[in-house]
């Protein structure tokens, strides 16, 4: 079932041109319509699927989940505006239109009598305006405020002190299924990020208690939550009032939070977990052998690092700038991916995942620092502490809940052998724990780091990661890298007219990435994952996450 994923995102970029207006595609356009005919009992045999996760960083708030394990169970269990497609073609789900005379000023509209899957609220234009507003409001503390940066009147909700009822000033609930949008410039990709999770819409109930609404939100996607037993599944169910083009055809999925991939895999072989889109690494050389036809390997839109904070004394200042150098190119990319990663990973040259137009570019100015020089990574290790001593050992965390030990310890080993120093990996049980630190900037030394894309856009690999605006805890910008110039290159790609200006600008942005290194890039990752032999219609999404409504069992 797994197709190209390098050829599908040639199909997104010539979407993306077509952007300015995206026309109703309602759920009857899709030829199977929504609501009850479309439940599990219609479309499988009447079980459910189990599926891979992990256990979500926080409460299932849209704003406030920027990792996997939350992001798929949000996705899954919301609907927006827009939904993306395998392809990642960006196609109205509650829109009923979304359109702009200058890129600048959007008039959206939603479609009529669609509700939440209580089957009584309302979703309305005024759901989405006041779930943006309560996102971009700094007093709220949203991990996705950043996404709301384009909207007019940001600025003023994102400073300190800024009171609790504050609104966008770019926002205006016209009437029940109709808002507009006045951006702070023209950008023409607008439309196509509206399928991400931080613009999906809340009930009004949800602004009583968000947190008690986070552990069981009423939502309005194909299916809601039956129940989550922390750190051990979640349950979920066909959401019989969502009418939309994502129709169920299962009768529900049950995701398994797995502590251990082996043990996830081992399920896998024996059908105990129907789809995964994860392997351990000790499967990777013969997954696609043990699985056959029901093995996925394919380019994905995923991007590995090792983030080097700014607020780490070590990598401050002309030391700390030719120590992360120094780092970069003592890690030999190519065998860890030959011998640890078997075809599934390709080492990194750029920021970007290749599957995304613009990505996977070899003409980067400074991009040789990429490239493994055991000779010139010592060189550079001691200018550096002939300025100022390192103060060590050098650290590298990583999350053991995921398959990250063996390659952790292999580029730990490639830094000792160069550089002469010691390097230890140290593991956190849980993805969560570590991310913990993280957020709260205690944790030392470096850390891996990844991204899977949000939407289908080189910007989504930059401005989330590096830029100001999602630094200092109000985004994924974990390191604190704030770089002006780089700012003004991601804003003027936004107002770029065509996507090949946009891409050319933000490919500047990156030079000046390839220079400070706020991260050392590592590989991109593939799509990998498998299913087992009880369940059919089985594919993996753009951004390597199945398409868990199409899957029948």
């Known amino acids: 079932m797994a197709l190209s994923r390098r050829s599908m995102m040639l199909g997104t970029a010539a979407g993306g041109a077509a952007a300015l207006t995206l026309a109703a595609c309602g759920g009857d356009d899709s030829g199977s319509g929504g609501g009850s005919d479309n439940g599990g009992a ?53 829109a009923e239109s979304i359109e702009s005379e200058d890129n600048q000023n959007w008039t959206i509209k939603i479609r009529e009598g669609l509700t939440y899957s209580d089957g009584s609220t309302p979703i309305t234009a005024g759901d989405f305006v006041a779930a943006w ?59 196509t990020r509206l399928g991400y999770s931080a613009y ?79 392997l351990p690494n000790s499967a990777l050389a013969t997954f696609e052998d043990e699985l056959g036809d029901r093995a996925v390997n394919d380019p994905g839109a995923v991007f590995q690092s090792i983030t080097l904070p700014g607020y780490d004394p070590n990598f401050e200042g002309e030391a700390g700038a030719l120590r992360r150098k120094a780092i970069s190119r003592a890690i030999d990319r190519q065998s860890i991916c030959d011998s640890l990663f078997y075809g599934t ?50 650290t590298l965390a990583y999350n053991a809940d995921g398959p990250h030990a063996e390659w952790v310890e292999a580029v730990c080993n490639s830094l000792a052998n160069t550089l002469g120093i010691e390097a230890n990996p140290t593991p956190f049980p849980a993805f969560g724990e570590m991310r913990e630190q993280v957020r709260a900037r205690s944790l030392k030394g470096t850390w891996r780091s990844g991204w899977q894309a949000d939407y289908p856009s080189a910007y989504n690999f930059l401005g989330p990661l590096y830029g100001s605006a999602a630094a200092d805890g109000n985004g994924s910008n974990d390191g604190d890298y704030k770089n002006p110039e780089f700012d003004q290159l991601l804003s003027d790609g936004l107002a770029a007219e065509t996507e090949d200006e946009a891409i050319a600008l933000w490919k500047e942005a990156e030079a000046l990435l390839m220079r400070d290194l706020p991260v050392v890039p590592l590989w991109y990752q593939n799509t990998i994952g498998g299913y087992s032999t009880l369940v059919s219609n089985v594919e993996y999404g753009w951004d390597t996450v199945p398409l868990y409504h199409e899957i029948t069992k």
């Open 200 to 278: 999906m819409p809340l009930p009004p109930s949800a602004f009583d208690d968000i947190e008690a609404y986070g552990e069981n939100p009423l939502a309005n996607g194909p299916y809601k939550l039956d129940s989550w037993s922390h750190d051990q599944e979640l349950v979920l169910v066909p959401n019989e009032s969502y009418d939309g083009p994502r129709a169920t055809q299962n009768a529900g999925i049950t995701f398994t939070v797995y502590a251990d991939p082996e043990t996830m895999y081992n399920d896998l072989l024996s059908d105990n977990v129907d789809v995964v889109d994860q």
């Open 42 to 94: 219609a479309g499988g045999s009447g079980e459910p699927i189990y599926a891979n996760t992990t256990e979500p960083e926080n409460p299932l708030i849209p704003t406030n989940t920027g990792e996997v394990g939350g992001g798929r169970i949000i996705t899954t269990i919301f609907a927006g505006l827009v939904y993306y497609t395998a392809d990642g073609s960006a196609e109205n789900d509650i």
């Open 345 to 394: 990973r390709t080492p990194a040259t750029d920021f970007v995942s290749p599957v995304i137009p613009g990505g996977g570019a070899t003409d980067i100015p400074g991009a040789e620092v990429l490239q493994y020089d055991e000779a010139e990574a010592k060189k550079l290790w001691d200018e550096a502490e002939a300025l100022t001593p390192f103060q060590g050992p050098l």
């Open 133 to 191: 507003n309560f996102g971009a409001n700094a007093a709220n503390a949203q991990l996705g405020q950043y996404f709301f940066e384009p909207i007019e009147g940001y600025a003023d909700l994102s400073a300190e002190g800024v009171a609790a009822d504050a609104t966008l000033s770019g926002l205006e609930v016209v009437d029940d299924t109709t808002f507009t949008v006045r951006l702070v410039s023209p950008q023409s990709d607008f439309p």
